[in-house]
């Protein structure tokens, strides 16, 4: 449980003889540490393809993703943790959005910290530069590593193994980055993770886009606030999401990439609607509407109708009476020619919902033969 | 024959919602509680930047509404401007619903004619409240009552109001995801502005009382901390009124955890720690640290809290007895020892 009161900037006597314990490096599991030092694991990178900055970050403290993850795109990503100063954050997106680059931000904020020694940051910037630093009074085992485009920081961890398994993991790691970053945490926590357990995550992706600037705030933002396996739940977030917004968000970028004459990179962002269907129709995927969002984005953008069909029938199988649900297969049906199904399910949907407009003009354009 | 945008608003995840965003002019908080059928409300959904306002942008969501909204706020536009300028750029505007309050507590909202029934919203001053697919006009009529009959914390206001809301039928589809967001300005935190409370439930079966169960334990710890940074600010700034509002709600909070028979040690550890650290609220202080002992009573870190407020409450034998029997758990701990030398020697 956290003691905050010892991080206050205008403490109490007490607050300082604390504090000062903290600083002698006096070990022991007293409450003194257990506030000020917060164990925790997290991975910060930057994909020079897509532009993305992304972050990952687990640890055994309440709601994480509230403290540690910042990231703002064409700018920067940070994370700012063990005695965590949140506003490193903000400062540090600040510096980076002023020009500066990773390493040099690092080296502004340890200019005006009085306890640099117990902090631990990892800063990306939006050229791909990395920088990250674990002072000497984060608890052991603490550290971190840099590769090409992402830096691994952790404290209050089973040994080094974990930073390494963590970096190794992205390195590695195939497919989008919101991915590569999960594998990253559970490879981290396959090596043994925080020492003192879990508690919470995050994983935080931002992605320049002048057309919906909503990305470049939040394109991926999942938060496992409290819960005793909190990797595996935002695994279990990632995939949902992944369908829900995420088919629709490549589909996006493809149609952006093609405009720009980016042909190979609008290719990409297609073939990982492909893989994303794939895997949900591979692992039996239970979440109907994670299906439904995948399916509804493929046939309206005529693309992989034959798994998007089994996904919306697999949907519909687990909702049988969702309008939303029968629409999609409906439409479905539709785009691959099989007009008769498709005002059967229609019409399906619109005794479930008679008053609905919507789909009675449905049946009507299936009869009709249009597009839509 | 409907056009493609028409087909996707209707059919695409779209996002039967409801919210209130609202302003608090005593503490400059501004605030977004959300719930919702669709996967991950808060990412989509809630917006907001002390000094600036706070918006929600549902129904056929167009997200961009969120930090273009903040632009136009940011730029002095009022509430009820940054709406139409949003809504006359926007082709869609007959599926969107839209609810803004601005940093001087003007509101607006808007419900799209395409909006799925029932759709509507109400405002008043400091306050929009708005939903769509929902059971009927009870819903927003119930969180309006709710938002201006709780007292304290807006958080706490917010979170009434979504429950009033599904009390009154809610969300015609059901429940999957909720959010709570408050900013609040500061110039020492300036973490505060864009994240004092900021709770994600994203696919749960009861979103809003995982929110409120999550809430309480934020309550515990951050913003008990935060209260005591605001009053010490107020103090410092001439503002005891304002200052006594913080260190008032410090100990609503404590009574929220003894009033509840299910809270957890960590919870009310950190709560009386807080309180026996500032020197406030320590009689129920006490009440806290005796729980969450008798809950974990070979907790060091607990029996340090409670005897930190045996000390602070002047009982300075039965801080030592006490500290001396989490010593006798954990021989070798240096702070515990240097704690009972400390309550011998009767330093603060």
Not at chain 1, 143 to 167: H, R, T
Not at chain 2, 100 to 108: E, L, W
Not at chain 2, 176 to 201: F, G, I, K, M, Q
Not at chain 2, 278 to 303: D, F, G, Y
Request: hydrophobic share 45%; net charge neutral; aromatic share 6%.
């Amino acid at each position: 449980m956290g003691h905050p009161c010892l991080r206050r900037k205008t403490g109490s006597s007490i607050a300082m003889i604390l504090a000062a314990l903290v600083w002698l490096g006096v070990s022991g599991a007293s409450p003194a540490f257990a506030a000020s030092d917060r164990g925790t694991f997290s991975i910060v990178a930057y994909d020079s393809v897509t532009q993305e900055l992304g972050i990952a970050v687990q640890s055994k403290y309440f709601s994480v993703g509230t403290d540690v993850p910042w990231a703002e795109a064409g700018v920067g990503a940070v994370a700012t943790q063990a005695r965590v100063d949140p506003s490193f954050g903000l400062k540090a997106l600040g510096l980076l959005r002023a020009g500066l680059r990773a390493a040099d931000v690092l080296r502004a904020l340890a200019a005006t910290d009085s306890v640099w020694d117990s902090r631990q940051l990892g800063i990306v910037d939006a050229r791909g530069g990395v920088a990250n630093w674990t002072g000497s009074k984060c608890l052991d085992w603490a550290g971190g590593e840099a590769g090409a485009d992402f830096v691994c920081q952790g404290n209050i961890l089973a040994g080094p193994a974990v930073v390494s398994g963590m970096a190794k993991a992205y390195r590695e790691g195939k497919g989008e980055m919101a991915e590569r970053l999960l594998a990253a945490l559970d490879a981290a926590q396959a090596a043994g993770g925080d020492k003192r357990g879990m508690q919470s995550a995050a994983l935080l992706v931002v992605r320049p886009s002048a057309a919906r600037p909503q990305f470049t705030q939040r394109y991926i933002d999942l938060r496992v606030e409290d819960h005793k396996t909190p990797i595996k739940e935002l695994a279990r977030l990632l995939q949902i999401q992944e369908g829900f917004h995420g088919a629709d968000n490549h589909f996006f970028y493809a149609e952006g990439y093609e405009a720009a004459g980016r042909a190979d990179l609008a290719t990409r962002e297609r073939e990982r609607v492909a893989e994303i269907l794939r895997r949900a129709l591979a692992r039996g995927e239970r979440d109907a509407s994670m299906l439904n969002g995948l399916a509804w984005a493929c046939a309206t953008h005529d693309l992989y109708l034959g798994d998007a069909l089994k996904a919306a029938e697999r949907a519909a199988s687990l909702e049988p009476r969702n309008v939303d649900i029968l629409d999609t297969l409906a439409e479905l049906y539709f785009r691959q020619g099989n007009h008769a199904k498709a005002i059967e399910v229609e019409s399906r949907a619109a005794t479930i919902d008679p008053k609905s407009q919507y789909l009675k003009d449905q049946i009507e354009r299936f009869r009709k033969g249009g597009r839509g | 024959m409907l056009s493609v945008a028409a087909i996707a608003a209707c059919a695409s995840p779209a996002w039967c919602t409801f919210s209130i965003v609202a302003y608090d002019s005593v503490t400059q908080e501004l605030g977004v509680a959300v719930q919702s059928r669709a996967f991950s409300v808060g990412m989509a959904v809630p917006w907001a930047e002390a000094g600036v306002g706070a918006i929600a942008t549902q129904a056929s969501t167009n997200e961009s509404f969120g930090p273009m909204g903040l632009v136009l706020l940011r730029s002095g536009k009022p509430a009820p401007e940054a709406m139409r300028t949003l809504l006359a750029a926007d082709s869609g505007s007959a599926h969107r619903q839209l609810g803004i309050v601005d940093a001087r507590g003007r509101s607006a909202n808007f419900t799209g004619k395409l909006c799925s029934d029932w759709a509507g919203g109400l405002t008043g001053p400091g306050y929009a409240i708005q939903g769509n697919i929902l059971a009927g006009e009870a819903v927003v009529q119930g969180m309006r009552r709710a938002f201006l009959e709780t007292q304290g914390e807006l958080a706490e206001r917010l979170l009434a109001a979504l429950v009033a809301g599904q009390a009154a039928g809610g969300d015609r589809r059901g429940m999957e995801s909720a959010a709570l967001v408050v900013v609040r300005p500061s110039d020492t935190y300036p973490e505060y502005r864009t994240r004092y409370v900021d709770l994600r439930v994203e696919d749960h079966k009861d979103p809003i009382n995982e929110l409120i169960r999550v809430y309480r334990i934020l309550e515990g710890q951050r913003l008990a901390e935060a209260h005591i940074r605001y009053a010490e600010a107020y103090d410092k700034a001439g503002r005891a009124d304002l200052a006594r509002v913080e260190r008032d709600r410090l100990a609503e909070s404590l009574a929220h955890a003894l009033a509840r028979k299910d809270v957890d040690a960590s919870t009310l550890n950190g709560l009386a720690w807080i309180c026996a650290t500032n020197s406030v609220h320590l009689a129920e202080a006490l009440q806290a640290a005796e729980r969450a002992s008798a809950l974990e009573p070979k907790s060091t870190e607990i029996l340090d809290t409670l005897a930190e407020v045996h000390y602070r409450s002047g009982n300075v034998a039965k801080a030592i007895e006490v500290e001396s029997r989490a010593l006798s758990y954990s021989p070798n701990d240096q702070y515990l020892k240097d704690q009972i030398n400390r309550f011998k020697s009767g330093n603060k």
